[in-house]
């Protein structure tokens, strides 16, 4: 078997890129809920953290599955 067909490997990416997604959106809005609570500006924050999460982690992603190709 090579290493490319290893089905160990494809379930450790797609595990690792469903939880690098989801820490990085989580991270995101619980820092925007933060600025939010100390601003006092309700869903701006929260809305741009979970954007910037979701950006951050698209990016890392990308990065993720480049170094496996």
């Known amino acids: 078997?090579?290493?490319?067909?290893n089905p160990w490997r494809a379930?450790?990416?797609v595990t690792l890129i469903g939880v690098d997604?989801?820490?990085c959106?989580?991270?995101g809005v619980f820092l925007g809920k933060y600025?939010?609570?100390l601003f006092a500006t309700n869903p701006l924050f929260?809305?741009?953290?979970?954007l910037a999460g979701l950006?951050?982690?698209v990016y890392s992603v990308?990065?993720?599955?480049r170094g496996y190709l």
Not at 1 to 5: A, F, N, V
């Open 1 to 5: 078997m090579s290493k490319i067909d």
């Open 11 to 13: 379930i450790t990416l």
């Open 21 to 23: 997604m989801a820490i």
């Open 25 to 27: 959106v989580i991270a």
């Open 35 to 37: 600025l939010d609570g």
């Open 46 to 50: 929260l809305m741009i953290g979970l």
């Open 55 to 57: 950006g951050i982690g």
């Open 62 to 65: 990308y990065r993720i599955i």
